[in-house]
């Protein structure tokens, strides 16, 4: 496919950091291309909270409306597609997606989010945003005063059994086999009152993703209502790779509080920079990361035409 117009900003992944950032462009009269696989990780999660005005609505539904409101906007362009490259170029960043579409803009935010790796676990996965959580300021408040379990070891294990404690005192810790916590960490959760079960856990029985049984390999069970666990991620591309970002000990892109990362032009925003893979932080993010952009590009041009008045 022949290449397609230059734009000002291209913004690779549409969801609530992307969306934020096209709306606020938009705003600003910039020439955007957003381009989306869309597969966001929220996808299975039925309901996300903590946002106000949308608190309890499906993360499809605020999306769609998103996209709505930023599409209204003459200048902002949606693409369905996945951007497998991209370079800095004279005047900016070219990027080339699966489809063999090619795109320049000046300036390029990455707000692609990140793929959680599900564990080898019978039913870990299809319970993952409904019924094993993430987050205690997400779902906590759905599930506070029930039977909760933490299935984590060591220090994670630890950190999430200390701070979901704070919505039950019905919570246990299942360790998945011996435990690895040391001798301060399991007399502090004794004093807390949080049993903790080694025995390995062979499946989450579930209806629908809705946990109904944790089932250990010795054939008892147990029945909390949910599970906090926490999983390993990774990167839906390697475009920050390609173009050189600077990454955090934690595998995050380094960028600062307005979404700049080491590479002029580059910005990042959404749960690729931080760790609290919320909606609101992610949007706020966008529309901070947008702001900075527009800037950069207001001072760019006003040199341009100083120069040559």
């Known amino acids: 496919m022949a290449n397609e117009q ?4 291209l913004i690779i992944g549409g969801s609530n ?3 934020s ?6 705003r600003s009269l910039r020439r955007v291309l957003v381009i989306d696989a869309g597969k966001p990780c929220n996808r299975q999660t039925p309901h996300s909270h903590g946002f106000l005005t949308r608190d309890g609505e499906t993360p499809a539904t605020m999306s769609a409306i998103a996209r709505d409101q930023a599409g209204k906007y003459p200048t902002v362009q949606f693409l369905a597609d996945t951007v497998v490259s991209a370079a800095q170029a004279d005047h900016g960043f070219t990027v ?10 000046r300036k390029l935010l990455l707000s692609t989010g990140v793929a959680d790796i599900m564990p080898d676990l019978a039913g870990f996965a299809d319970c993952w945003g409904i019924s094993v959580l993430h987050c205690p300021y997400c779902h906590g408040y759905e599930v506070h005063s029930q039977p909760l379990g933490i299935l984590a070891n060591g220090e994670m294990g630890y950190e999430l059994a200390t701070l979901i404690q704070h919505w039950t005192d019905q919570l246990t810790l299942y360790t998945n086999g011996p435990s690895t916590l040391d001798d301060t960490q399991r007399q502090t959760l004794e004093q807390l009152h949080i049993p903790i079960i080694e025995t390995p856990v062979d499946a989450l029985e579930h209806e629908s993703g809705q946990l109904t049984a944790l089932r250990f390999t010795d054939g008892t069970r147990a029945h909390p209502t949910a599970i906090f666990a926490r999983v390993p ?6 475009i ?3 173009l050189g970002c600077a990454m955090t000990k934690n595998n ?7 979404g700049e990362t080491n590479v002029p032009g580059l910005f990042a925003a959404g749960d690729i920079t931080n760790p609290f893979r919320q909606v609101a932080i992610a949007i706020a993010n966008g529309s901070k990361a947008a702001a900075w952009i527009n800037r950069e590009l207001i001072a760019e041009d006003l040199q341009l035409r100083l120069q040559d008045a």
Do not use: K, N, R, W
Not at 21 to 26: F, I, K, N, V
Not at 96 to 105: D, E, K, V, Y
Not at 252 to 258: D, P, R, T
């Open 96 to 105: 080339t997606t699966t489809s063999g579409a090619s795109f320049s803009a």
């Open 252 to 258: 995050l892109i380094q960028a600062s509080e307005f």
């Open 17 to 19: 950091a992307g969306l």
């Open 240 to 242: 920050a790779d390609q």
């Open 6 to 9: 230059a734009y000002d900003v």
């Open 21 to 26: 950032a096209a709306m606020l462009l938009g």
């Open 233 to 238: 991620f990774q990167h839906h591309t390697d």
